[in-house]
């Protein structure tokens, strides 16, 4: 189960940096403010690492 949500978690990450890789170059090149989808994607994704990072399997290195 956690192996799932893991995967679930990092494929939306992906999506929203993908997103953003899209968007921002468009952004800065018309020198227009940040959309609120862009900065919203940016919330998302750093939502997404948190629960990714809480996720993680502690392991020893020793072991």
Request: glycine content about 4%.
């Amino acid at each position: 189960m956690k192996k799932q949500v893991r995967v679930i978690v990092l494929i939306v990450f992906f999506f929203q940096i993908g997103f953003m890789a899209y968007r921002i170059p468009q952004v800065l090149l018309t020198e227009e403010s940040f959309p609120a989808e862009v900065k919203m994607s940016a919330i998302v994704a750093g939502l997404c690492l948190g629960i990714l990072y809480f996720l993680k399997d502690y392991s020893s290195p020793l072991e």
